[in-house]
């Protein structure tokens, strides 16, 4: 497939996908570089100064490029929000909704710790589901603390709720995505200012 863009340093195309790859991973949190992220998003500075060290002498005509590319194949899983970007809801038949104030994941405290510290995002999906309703929530972080089987310490495998606040997130423009099922929605990810996390006594749910 031929680009239909100049460029400088990527007279390979092989070179071009490589650091368009390189941002799609970067911003569907593929590649762990959490250092880079403020407050779900990411200064475009910052991107081209990660490129830059995959691929240097990376100019900056050439990061437009990529940039303007992979917004117009709409593929590279972001957009671009004045001096960030910030990463698209994922493709699905879900639609944009408005979700209640308050939201829940059931987890563990190993997940919660990790999204208290970085935030709320999914390492396999494009997406994290949450629910409106407590009671599953609660159910299901107790299965996930009874299947935790490779962690060996109880109190990392404890059940917990992370609750989220849902009306500040969408104050500030984050987007739910609604399906069939009413209680359940789908969001890219959540920065910890929206976060708290609740334990839940034994016997509760």
């Known amino acids: 497939m031929n680009i239909p863009v100049n460029r400088t340093y990527f007279k390979d195309p092989k070179h071009f996908y490589t650091a368009s790859h390189i941002i799609h991973a970067l911003m569907t949190y593929k590649a762990k570089r959490d250092d880079l992220w403020v407050d779900g998003k990411v200064p475009i500075e910052s991107i081209y100064a990660y490129l830059a060290e995959q691929h240097p002498p990376l100019s900056y005509l050439d990061f437009e490029h990529i940039v303007e590319l992979d917004l117009r194949q709409e593929r590279g899983g972001f957009r671009v929000l004045g001096d960030y970007l910030i990463p698209t809801q994922p493709t699905t038949v879900d639609k944009p909704i408005e ?28 997406y994290v589901l949450l629910t409106s309703d ?11 603390s ?22 500040a997130a969408q104050a500030e423009s984050i987007v739910f995505l609604g399906g069939e099922k009413k209680h359940l929605y789908k969001v890219s990810y959540l920065s910890n200012r929206f976060l708290s996390v609740e334990e839940i006594p034994f016997g509760e749910g």
């Open 99 to 126: 979700a209640p104030d308050t939201l829940y994941l059931g987890s563990i405290r190993r997940v919660s710790t990790s999204a208290i510290n970085n935030g709320l995002k999914s390492r396999t999906k494009d």
């Open 146 to 167: 009874k299947t935790s089987f490779s962690i060996d310490d109880p109190a990392e495998k404890a059940p917990v709720l992370i609750t989220v606040d849902a009306r």
């Open 134 to 144: 407590k009671n599953i929530a609660t159910l299901r972080a107790k299965q996930f």
